[in-house]
């Protein structure tokens, strides 16, 4: 007979990606690194003393940074640059964590201002 998981046996199944969206899941370095290939000027980026804001006034808000970052991502070297980067920092975050996952990209700085 199958018995029924318990809380514990919840919690202790590992994280994961199920998928990632590519613009705003990338770090200021990679967003600054594609603007300069692109011929973007850095200081257009939504960045407040190079990092990624942590609050914004709302909504529309949000998504004029999101946006800007997706604009960034132009050919297939874009996306292998970033999908390489991404993949390098959750092998860290995996290493550093034990294998599981915890935090999934920069989404906790995504957060709107209440």
């Known amino acids: 007979m199958t018995r029924v998981a318990t809380e514990q046996d919840i919690l202790s199944i590992p994280e994961i990606e199920l998928h990632v969206h590519f613009g705003g899941n990338f770090s200021e370095e990679t967003a600054v690194e594609l603007a300069r290939r692109h011929g973007v000027d850095p200081s257009d980026l939504p960045l407040e003393g ?8 709302d909504f529309p808000d949000f998504l004029r940074a999101l946006i800007a970052l997706d604009d960034l991502i132009r050919t297939p070297d874009d ?14 975050r995996d290493h550093v964590l034990g294998g599981h996952r915890h935090r999934v990209g920069p989404c906790p700085e995504w957060r709107c201002a209440s």
Do not use: C, I, N, S
């Not at 190079?50 to 006034?57: D, H, I, V, W």
């Not at 996306?79 to 860290?92: D, H, I, K, N, P």
């Open 50 to 57: 190079g990092r990624y804001p942590t609050k914004y006034r």
């Open 79 to 92: 996306v292998e640059t970033v999908a390489a980067a991404f993949a390098r920092g959750q092998a860290l």
